[in-house]
């Protein structure tokens, strides 16, 4: 995953280089210069903040835990990511980690750089009161290269609102009088997060297909029908066609696209089956999404894994393997468990012709251009996934205006957000010859390259 980011942004680089129409005043010598320069600032990060956390713990011992706060590129705005608590966590995946950050929030046109964290632990070695000692210290260790208007960090893997809230808390305490609900975003609400930011992964994820195929087909019939473009023809054979959808994973994104899909009974499409890491439940004619979700609900996010499960909450489905999912006979899968799922050894099972990453990174490099060669549409996830993000930055913005939007304006601004990233990058896709990931990073490496340009950071 960490050379896929880097050769993507250099495989953009190449063709930025040769495209005459892109800052045509830098010619010859000074252009070659210039895209060097690029190249160094996209694959390096600005800083690499390292830390080893002192935290005495309840059974009386001292630990030294490993911390990282990267921050790659601020060109847009502050620094923005996620904080990981996990044991396998480690610098060179969290400096990836924040350059697709700087690479997301280009493409979507979210005025933050890319940050990230991680903390090498496994949480569920910890009591609630260290963790909340860790989360208080991460603070202290890093305040001060963090704050709302320098690097926001946000729950990811293992770190929650619970965890927001404390660091939050923290940061005021060390800075008093300044302001600080900008500091952290994907808090809880009564401590200044946005409503709407817990679905907003889920709800991105399937609009991003939803209005691929249902909307932008439909309105730019004349440009799909016109072009050889293999992904054109792909996404012609779904026009105006009830759609059968698969999910990977039943979390906070896996669930909730699953149930937009499902209520979305205009569009007549039909979830007939989703997994999680149990089983994959099945039922060709449409599976009790809300029901399935109440069953989670209590018990502990699982699925239901037993015929007397389903009997109890009377929901039809065929149960197996949590990996057949990925193999069905279906027209949108959608990945949205963990990384590396679809890769060399299970690529050719693969039927689907429509793929959505609402995980990050779930094909490989291997896997993406063996789908891609076939016409299989990859919905990738910096465009796919970015609703957490998008959110996060309305949070922000309630946090320094001291204002605070309803369900429904959050989740109009934020289908407005990536209504606009989908109609930059569609036309495109369906007239070149690249995936529509090269397309949305070349997008993104366009907007970064045009503003270092204009800000005399290119020597
Ligand atoms: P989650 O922990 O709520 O849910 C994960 C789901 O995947 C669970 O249903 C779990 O049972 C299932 N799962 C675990 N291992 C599996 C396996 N081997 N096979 C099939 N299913 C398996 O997590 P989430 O918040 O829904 O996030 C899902 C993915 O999306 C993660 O990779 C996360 O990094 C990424 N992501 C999340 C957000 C967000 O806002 N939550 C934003 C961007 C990206």
């Known amino acids: 995953m960490i050379s896929q980011t880097r050769d993507i942004v250099q495989r953009s680089l190449d063709a930025l280089l040769e495209d005459e129409h892109f800052l045509p005043e830098l010619q010859g010598k000074a252009r070659e210069q210039a895209f060097t320069s690029l190249t160094a600032i996209l694959s390096t990060p600005n800083h690499v903040h390292k830390s080893y956390l002192r935290v005495p713990l309840q059974n009386g011992r001292v630990d030294r835990i490993p911390a990282f706060r990267v921050q790659h590129n601020n060109a847009l705005g502050p620094y ?45 070695d910890y009591s609630d009161k260290e963790l909340n000692l860790i989360a208080k210290k991460y603070v202290q260790y890093f305040s001060d290269v963090l704050g709302p208007d320098k690097d926001i960090p946000a729950p990811d893997m293992g770190s929650g609102e619970r965890e927001m809230d404390w660091m939050m808390a923290e940061y005021k305490s060390i800075h008093p009088g300044y302001p600080y609900r900008g500091s952290f975003t994907g808090k809880s609400v009564v401590n200044g997060g946005s409503l709407g930011r ?44 009830p759609l059968t959808i698969a999910v990977q994973g039943f979390g906070n994104v896996g669930s909730v696209a699953a149930l937009e899909a499902h209520q979305s009974t205009h569009l007549q499409n039909k979830v007939v089956a989703v ?22 609900m209590r018990n502990k ?16 489905a065929e149960i197996s393997d949590r990996e057949d999912v990925l193999y ?78 309803s369900e429904d304006e959050v989740f109009r601004m934020l289908y407005e957000k990536m209504q606009e990233t989908l109609d930059t990058v569609l036309p495109q896709f369906f007239g070149d010859p690249f995936p529509l990931r090269q397309n949305c990073y070349i997008h993104s490496v366009t907007k970064l390259s045009t503003i270092l340009y204009r800000q005399g950071k290119l020597y």
Do not use: C
């Not at 923005?80 to 979507?108: Q, W």
């Open 275 to 296: 997994s999680d890491r149990n089983v994959t439940l099945r039922n060709e004619d449409g599976l009790d999404i809300p029901a399935l979700i109440e069953f989670t």
């Open 198 to 241: 817990r679905e907003a992964t889920g709800k991105g994820v399937f609009f991003t297909f939803r209005y691929m195929i249902h909307d932008f087909i439909h309105n730019h019939k004349n440009l799909l029908t016109k072009t050889d473009n293999i992904f054109a023809k792909t996404a012609l054979t779904y026009e105006d066609k």
């Open 301 to 316: 996010g699982d699925l239901p894994t037993t015929e007397e499960q389903l009997r109890e909450i009377d929901v039809k």
């Open 80 to 124: 923005k990511g996620g904080i990981r608590f996990h044991e396998s966590v480690n610098e060179d995946e969290v400096v990836n980690l924040a350059s697709l950050m700087t690479l997301k929030n280009a493409l979507h046109d979210v005025p933050f750089g890319g940050g990230k964290g991680g903390i090498i632990i496994n949480p569920r």
């Open 328 to 405: 069905l006979d279906v027209d949108v899968l959608i990945l949205a468990a963990l990384e590396d799922q679809i890769h060399g050894d299970n690529m050719e099972k693969v039927k689907a012709g429509i793929l959505v990453e609402g995980a990050n990174a779930p094909i490989t490099t291997e896997a993406d251009k063996f789908l891609s060669d076939k016409g299989v549409i990859i919905v990738p996830d910096i465009l796919a996934n970015a609703g957490g993000v998008i959110v996060s930055y309305f949070e922000w913005l309630q946090g320094r205006e001291t204002q605070f939007y």
